[in-house]
């Protein structure tokens, strides 16, 4: 499955983005889908999953109550709402498909190519 993440951008703080993942090659309903992202000179970290039918969500705890994942796979897309921003939350954001549901594992099958997101102060 191909991945392409896009809606990033340049925002101020508290305001709000949502990113897209459109997937391709591959019907999206077989996976669990992730979001991730990566600071300069930090490591990769996890933002959030769902799972194959949206039922079911996990939040990294820096996100938990400002940004929301959803799915719909009828358009091959996941989106990651995020609202409230902070300046810390300025990274590239990831999406990646695994069809096991390890939704804070980096081992994820499948990665986009990432959208840059900067909050300034």
């Known amino acids: 499955v191909q991945l392409q993440a896009s809606g990033g951008g340049l925002v101020q703080a508290g305001g709000s983005l949502r990113l897209s993942c459109a997937a391709s090659g591959r019907t999206l309903s077989t996976y669990v889908m992730g979001w991730f992202r990566q600071a300069p000179g930090k490591e990769r970290e996890f933002v959030a999953a769902?799972?194959?039918?949206?039922?079911?969500?996990l939040y990294a705890d820096s996100v938990k109550g400002r940004f929301t994942i959803s799915r719909d796979n009828a358009k091959n897309t996941v989106y990651l709402q995020m609202n409230t921003l902070k300046p810390e939350d300025t990274a590239v954001y990831y999406c990646?498909?695994?069809?096991?549901?390890?939704?804070?594992?980096?081992?994820?099958?499948?990665w986009g190519q990432g959208t840059q997101v900067t909050v300034s102060s």
């Open positions: 990646a498909a695994d069809p096991r549901w390890r939704p804070a594992s980096y081992e994820y099958d499948y």
């Open positions: 769902i799972s194959w039918n949206g039922r079911t969500t």
